[in-house]
């Protein structure tokens, strides 16, 4: 019986011709809009994950604090609240870590007459404390500190990226939503038309007894299988896209936002955009066969 029915399904897509050509490119460019902002979307998310475990408050200190003082002003800092850890960098320190930075240029350091460079607190948030609401709060608690200088957080930039996150996210929603209504439109089209090249057939099923799932399933099978083929299309579009560009994006990408590698989907979201296919397609048959049972 399901052998019959999807020779059917295949058969009313031979009759549709051009339209249901149109309805599977139609739901493949739309699937195709939504996954690459979803690669986007994705990438950035994990770049904001990075970020946000590296984010540091640099709490700049007014002296040196003797080093028998150190273990309990690390406390204090420590005890207060969206503090994961706290380390002390010394003057020495903070110079030794400036002459790895410049590298060959490290005897520009050197000549200075004396170490201008302060003691400080390097604080790492917790989860919760490196949002920018939370990341405030702990900056002016750290600021409160006598012995804090200054205060400097890194917060905002990283806020920015998620920010982008949901732009991206959000376009490519708008996008894939206007071109899946088409693609769900042309298929109820394509469908229609098939009706009205099996109307005869079907009413010649009816008096013949021939269950209505019989007669209605194929319409539904026919958009399924236009779902399913014009998503199967968008994954390999996304599949040849990364390959072509990843390579090319990535120093940029490594460059900017510190990511290695441009992932492509998971599979469970390349199941995702198969499902979404399947239900555009299927959607748009079942309008169309709500049309002809209506009339």
């Not at 019986?1 to 399904?9: V, W």
């Not at 640099?58 to 080093?67: C, D, F, G, K």
């Not at 609240?81 to 350091?109: F, H, I, Q, T, W």
């Not at 170490?115 to 990341?135: K, Q």
Request: charged share 20%; hydrophobic share 55%.
């Amino acid at each position: 019986m399901i052998g019959f029915l999807l020779g059917e399904a295949l058969r009313d897509l031979r009759r549709a011709g051009r339209v249901a050509a149109s309805a599977i490119v139609l739901i493949s460019l739309s699937l195709v809009a939504v996954g690459a902002f979803w690669v986007l979307s994705f990438n950035l998310g994990r770049a904001v994950t990075e970020w946000r475990e590296r984010v540091r408050v640099i709490v700049y200190l007014r002296r040196e604090v003797p080093p028998a003082e150190v273990p309990a002003l690390l406390r204090r800092v420590a005890a207060l609240p969206d503090v994961a850890s706290a380390r002390y960098v010394s003057k020495a320190e903070a110079l030794a870590s400036l002459k790895r930075v410049l590298g060959k240029d490290a005897a520009v350091a050197e000549q200075l007459p004396s170490n201008p460079l302060p003691a400080s607190i390097e604080v790492t948030p917790t989860a919760a404390g490196a949002t920018p609401g939370a990341a405030h709060a702990l900056i002016e608690r750290l600021a409160s500190l006598p012995e804090a200088e200054e205060v400097a957080g890194g917060v905002e930039w990283v806020e920015r990226l998620a920010q982008w996150q949901r732009l991206l996210a959000t376009i490519g929603l708008g996008i894939g939503g206007v071109l899946a209504l088409a693609a769900i439109l042309t298929v109820t089209t394509s469908t229609t038309l098939v009706l009205h090249f099996r109307r005869e057939e079907t009413e010649i099923m009816r008096l013949v007894g021939a269950p209505e799932i019989a007669v209605r399933l194929p319409l539904l099978l026919q958009g399924l299988v236009q779902g399913l083929v014009g998503a199967g299309l968008a994954l390999a579009v996304l599949l040849a896209g990364h390959r072509l560009a990843a390579p090319r994006l990535e120093p940029l990408i490594n460059l900017t936002v510190g990511l290695p590698s441009l992932d492509f989907l998971t599979p469970p979201a390349m199941l995702t955009i198969l499902c979404a296919g399947a239900v555009l397609g299927a959607f748009g048959g079942m309008l169309a066969r709500g049309r002809r049972a209506a009339t």
